[in-house]
């Protein structure tokens, strides 16, 4: 039925794929949003979907995301590698709490945008989010190769 550990990283890659799937959504509404005449039905339909996917998926699947990952690496570290702790100061480790803060900053950025669109006082460009609608994918891009390549082990 699989080990403890099969289950941590199960659970972790699950929350992770929702959390991603939130980071990838928001801006997009975003977009959409900006087409809304302030004030409209459409412009509060946006603003309850907007919080919707911050305090429903975002929020959950960031913390789920982060205690299985604490999990996974207390798990590591404690049954799993012989140098124990020693596993995170390794490149690829690196890399992938690099892209892990990096993340925490874009779901806190993106918290803090949804605020500004709520109190009709949105300061970013259409083109703004769509060129940076991406950015989680391509952190995500390097995370999951670095993990799995464990390159400079």
């Known amino acids: 039925m699989g080990t403890v550990y099969d289950w941590l990283r199960g659970l972790h890659i699950l929350a992770v794929i929702a959390w991603m799937a939130g980071l990838l959504m928001l801006p997009r509404v975003f977009v959409y949003h900006m087409s809304a005449e302030p004030g ?33 690496i207390w798990y590591d570290a404690t049954y ?15 890399t992938k709490l690099a892209g892990v803060v990096f993340l925490l900053g874009w779901h806190h950025f993106l918290g803090r945008s949804r605020k500004r669109f709520a109190a009709d006082a949105n300061t ?30």
């Open 124 to 153: 970013r460009s259409e083109k703004f989010w769509r060129l940076t609608n991406e950015l989680p994918f391509i952190a995500a891009i390097v995370m999951v190769l670095a993990v799995t390549t464990e390159f400079g082990n």
């Open 80 to 94: 799993m590698r012989p140098e124990g702790w020693g596993f995170l100061k390794k490149p690829w480790m690196i």
């Open 40 to 72: 409209s039905r459409m412009d509060q339909v946006f603003k309850d979907a907007e919080r919707r996917i911050f305090s429903i998926i975002l929020n959950p699947a960031m913390i789920l995301s982060l205690v299985l990952g604490l999990t996974l």
